[in-house]
């Protein structure tokens, strides 16, 4: 290669000082490029970005997360409306009169003469006790008082005879007679209640009805050896029918004979009207339960025994405002409820009549028309909140 095919940027390195050190050729930038595709498609970059930025500010400034969110609740409308204060509670049909029938001797039973269901008036014989040994008993009192019957018509003879010999005999003599006549009555009267008292044990081997009434219960068989203590049978009166239950002594200073009272028998559906005939003055200490007695307004037929639910009215007022128990919060002061105004949930006290069931009566605090939080589980006072009603 000539020097003239050396390009001209290329300096002779004979003549060059730093002929020595390498170098890079030099490269000149071309000229921008103003207009085309390449551009349309930066353009459209900067456009898109420029709008998603304020679409993000504009949802953002809408929802604004860095405010206080509403939570949303459940409220309805404080509205008077009647009311009736109900206190459920379950019992069982019982007879109002009913009585265990026992022996009041002991022995073998010879016969029992009545079963389960039976219906007996009063004084019926229900079953007897093998007599034979009480029998022999009032027969030796029966011949005890023949001997003092004798030995008193002896001494009455006697004494007869000192006083028809009255001028020949001592007065001792007729005294003694006396005495011995006295001493006679005395015996005689001693051996007859010996006899009254054998026949009325011997009696009471015969076992009868106390009253009118319906074999309840039969626990004796003939054959059986019973016991003073040995309850032989329940006989009860099914004429009157009641039901017995028993009251949680938190309520029972409420309960007053005469309430009205709604009753259903276990496996009914129909509803009877009854009252309150006896609440006891007395709370068992072992239970803390008030015995209350129940009666129907009307005869009814059923079983002792018997499941029955019984809703005893308490309370009835024409115009009352209640809430919900869930609603009930904790204020400052007891007992409030949150009330929604303005977008807000207010802790407001309240005095309600604290009752076993869904819905409490207030009696301060609360006004027709107040929307009411359901449930204020989780609200603090003031919180923001959206009404949704139930």
Do not use: C
Not at 57 to 84: D, S, Y
């Amino acid at each position: 290669m000539t020097r003239s095919d050396i390009p001209s940027t290329v300096k002779d390195s004979s003549a060059d000082p730093d002929a020595g050190t390498a170098r890079l050729p030099v490269v000149r930038p071309g000229p921008v490029e103003t207009s085309g595709p390449a551009l349309r498609r930066a353009r459209l970059w900067w456009w898109g970005g420029g709008v998603g930025l304020i679409a993000a500010l504009g949802v953002a400034l809408f929802l604004q997360p860095w405010a206080q969110q509403a939570t949303p609740v459940a409220i309805e409308i404080a509205e008077l409306a009647r009311v009736t204060r109900v206190l459920a509670v379950n019992g069982r049909m019982a007879a109002r009169h009913s009585v265990e029938v026992r022996s009041l001797v002991g022995g073998p039973l010879t016969v029992v003469l009545v079963e389960e269901g039976d219906v007996v008036p009063s004084g019926a014989v229900l079953a007897r006790i093998d007599p034979a040994t009480q029998q022999a008993v009032v027969r030796q009192a029966v011949a005890g008082l023949d001997a003092a019957l004798v030995a008193q018509d002896q001494a009455r003879v006697a004494l007869a005879r000192a006083e028809g010999l009255a001028g020949t005999v001592p007065q001792t003599a007729i005294d003694d007679a006396t005495t011995a006549v006295q001493r006679a009555a005395q015996e005689v009267a001693r051996t007859t209640a010996l006899v009254d008292q054998a026949r009325i044990q011997l009696e009471r081997h015969t076992i009868r009805a106390p009253m009118a009434g319906t074999v309840l219960t039969l626990n004796a068989d003939a054959g059986q050896n019973v016991e003073p203590a040995t309850v032989l049978l329940t006989l009860a009166d099914m004429s009157h029918l009641v039901v017995e239950t028993d009251v949680d002594e938190t309520y029972a200073t409420q309960i007053r004979p005469g309430m009205p009272v709604v009753l259903q028998l276990a496996g009914e559906k129909r509803l009877r009207d009854g009252r309150v005939d006896f609440a006891s003055q007395h709370v068992d200490a072992a239970t803390g339960g008030l015995a209350v007695r129940l009666v129907f307004n009307e005869e009814v037929t059923a079983p002792v025994g018997l499941s029955v639910t019984a809703n005893i009215i308490v309370d009835s007022r024409d115009a009352a405002l209640t809430v919900p128990r869930t609603a009930l919060a904790l204020g400052g002061e007891g007992t409030a409820v949150f009330v929604v105004k303005d977008g807000r949930a207010m802790l407001r006290p309240v005095s309600v009549i604290d009752w076993p069931a869904a819905r409490l009566i207030v009696t301060q605090g609360l006004t027709p028309g107040e929307a009411v939080v359901v449930d204020g589980v989780g609200l603090g006072d003031g919180q923001a909140v959206r009404a949704e009603a139930r």
